[in-house]
């Protein structure tokens, strides 16, 4: 295939899903008196994510949210993160808990990811939220295969009996979004570090996903004419994981790096909130 890929625009995509996100945000605050709140936990003064942190605290504003900003100093163990998120989870007044990853080295971070009440699990972290969305159950998704499976939907894309090749195995990127997928009922391969003959797994992908954090990692003459790439990664320089000029070649649609997945992951952050909050209060999603 030449010409013109389908661009999946995240921005846009996320911007229709914060604007039905505060709509649902001012039914909650008008049938309850109570204003959702996501509570973003942050450990050392690590500048990308404190970055990101201000940006999803702003994205909570936009829609009506209340942002509540929990700030530990770097030497913090992991016992007392632990109890922090506790207490969070504990507050009626607080719906969400994200804590921002990667904490530093010397925090057992599953551990920290497990104190999350599965209720208030927003990020989709913990071992309930992944075996609840595995299975196909009620829970709260992880945000940025979320976020892919919604640009997928907003456009239409197939999914169904499709060969889908995701390439990274973390367990809130690549496992999580290869399980969306098969509930979806494509067929999935997962690669990692050790495939062997990744160039030729890939090729055979119908709908490719990419979260290996590495620039320009996946070649355009990997892509198979006509499939369907999902690069979630962001490096240096606003470089994805895929060679993107050399993909849009043979791709019929493709995320653009930057303005594809990241919008998306915080979009699907927020709006889980709301779900979140909606059904703590026992109140009726719409």
């Known amino acids: 295939m030449s010409g013109s890929p389908v661009i999946l625009d995240g921005k ?15 039914k909650i605050k008008s049938q309850t008196g109570i204003t959702p709140a996501l509570a973003t936990v942050l450990v050392g ?42 207490d ?23 551990v920290a990811f497990e104190a999350i ?11 309930h939220s992944f075996g609840a969305m595995a299975f196909d159950l009620t829970g709260l998704c992880t945000c940025t295969p979320a976020g892919m499976m919604r640009l997928l939907h907003e456009y239409d894309a197939p999914i169904k009996g499709k060969h889908a ?23 999935v391969t997962i690669c990692h570090s050790r495939t062997q003959n990744l160039s030729d797994v890939v090729r055979m992908g119908d709908i490719v996903v990419v979260a290996v954090g590495k620039p320009n990692f996946v070649q355009g003459d990997w892509i198979k004419p006509g499939a369907i790439v999902l690069d979630a990664g962001y490096n240096a ?14 791709a019929s649609m493709i995320t653009p790096v930057p ?4 919008p998306m992951t915080i979009a699907m952050l927020i709006d889980q909130t709301a779900l979140a909050a909606a059904r703590q209060l026992d109140l009726q999603p719409d």
Do not use: W
């Not at 303005?259 to 990241?262: D, N, V, W």
């Open 12 to 26: 846009a995509v996320a911007k229709s899903v914060l604007e039905k996100c505060a709509n649902r945000v001012e």
């Open 237 to 250: 320089g606003n470089v994805g994981d895929v060679d993107f000029d050399a993909a849009a070649d043979r």
């Open 88 to 110: 969070l989870g504990n507050d009626a007044q607080v719906h969400g808990i994200l804590l921002q990853h990667p904490v530093p080295d010397h925090i057992d971070e599953r």
């Open 45 to 86: 003064k690590d500048p990308a994510s404190a970055t990101y942190v201000k940006m999803k605290a702003r994205r909570c504003e936009s829609v009506g949210m209340k942002s509540i900003r929990v700030e530990l100093p770097e030497p913090t163990d992991t016992d007392r993160l632990v109890a922090q998120i506790t």
């Open 117 to 127: 009440r599965p209720e208030k699990d927003v990020d989709g972290v913990t071992i």
């Open 165 to 187: 090749v995701v390439i990274g195995r973390s367990p809130i990127v690549g496992k999580p979004m290869a399980m969306m997928l098969l509930a979806e009922h494509a067929t």
């Open 259 to 262: 303005g594809g997945i990241g």
